[in-house]
């Protein structure tokens, strides 16, 4: 055991302060998507755990918060992912050992059962429903951020970080540096979000100035840390309260699809790792070849008849 995990052994140690000095700092140097966890731990767990000692918190004190975070209406799915942050936090106090093995008390807590997997598309008419109340919305670089991801199916947090150094004009090609899967991602740029990127660039330098980010939060220049307060006012507005962010991404897809492209197609353009997680979309391309086999067949009973 090395000397600092000792020293702060010996003296009080908040849940709050683990994390902020030395759980956040291993997450970071350790996982891609670790930056989004302070949001998670600040607007949620701290408020619970922050002031416990490290070493002081109970199954009882988890069954508590889970039970009092699905009653204050929040998803399941969230409230895993709650216990998740708090599992792994608590889990890497132990590999430390700042607390004994055997006392995580978060260590085979049960989760809640979440509903089956939902994806939902979006119509032509609501996407611009859509578009029309995120041009409208308080918040300046939504209405580019919101059209960009639906013509170009990124994940949010791609586009959030997306700097101009990593666009080609040239190659129409967007590059993200480190996707999902650790690798290097190559999207193609339609016309449409080539158009997107123009006048993006345009509103930012009248607004802000030079920012090496593509939609920086124009105030301070740089990315957002997050859009969802005004995503859902103008959601809600367009009157699609049940869809999220990453159902741009679906919709994309979707499109996709229904145009005819192959699923091989999808998978590269979403840069998916695995064509497992293509296949989502399979049902789609059934639709599509039942709707082609019954013309097909129409087509012959006509000419039969």
Not at 29 to 37: K, L, M
Not at 219 to 247: E, N, S
Request: proline content about 6%; hydrophobic content about 40%; charged content about 25%.
């Amino acid at each position: 055991m090395n000397a600092q995990p000792q020293a702060l052994r010996q003296a009080y140690l908040s849940f709050h302060e683990f994390i902020r000095s030395i759980y956040m700092p291993h997450a970071l140097s350790t996982r891609r998507a670790a930056h989004q966890d302070w949001g998670l731990f600040r607007n949620h767990l701290f408020p619970v755990f922050g002031d416990m000692p490290l070493d002081g918190i109970t199954r009882a004190d988890i069954a508590r918060f889970m039970q009092e975070k699905k009653q204050a209406g929040y998803m399941s799915s969230t409230c895993n992912r709650l216990l998740a942050r708090l599992k792994a936090s608590l889990a890497y106090a132990q590999e430390i050992e700042l607390i004994k093995l055997d006392q995580n008390p978060a260590r085979g807590f049960r989760q809640f059962r979440e509903p089956p997997h939902r994806d939902r598309f979006l119509s032509r008419e609501e996407a611009q429903r859509l578009i029309i109340e995120v041009s409208a919305s308080g918040s300046p670089m939504l209405k580019f951020i919101i059209p960009f991801l639906l013509v170009t199916g990124a994940r949010k947090s791609e586009a959030i970080h997306a700097q101009w150094s990593h666009v080609d004009f040239e190659s129409k090609t967007w590059v993200v540096p480190v996707s999902k899967n650790g690798r290097p991602r190559y999207i193609p740029l339609s016309e449409g979000a080539l158009k997107i990127l123009e006048k993006t660039r345009q509103f930012t330098l009248e607004k802000y100035g030079i920012s090496p980010f593509i939609f920086p939060n124009i105030t301070t220049g740089k990315p957002y840390t997050q859009i969802f307060y005004p995503w859902d006012v103008a959601r809600k507005k367009a009157g699609l309260p049940d869809v999220r962010i990453h159902d741009l991404r679906h919709s994309f897809a979707s499109a996709l699809v229904n145009e005819g492209m192959t699923l091989y197609d999808v998978k590269e353009l979403l840069g998916h790792a695995n064509i497992a997680t293509t296949q989502r979309y399979a049902h789609l391309s059934r639709e599509r070849l039942m709707e082609a086999a019954s013309k097909a067949g129409a087509h012959y009973h006509l000419a039969f008849s």
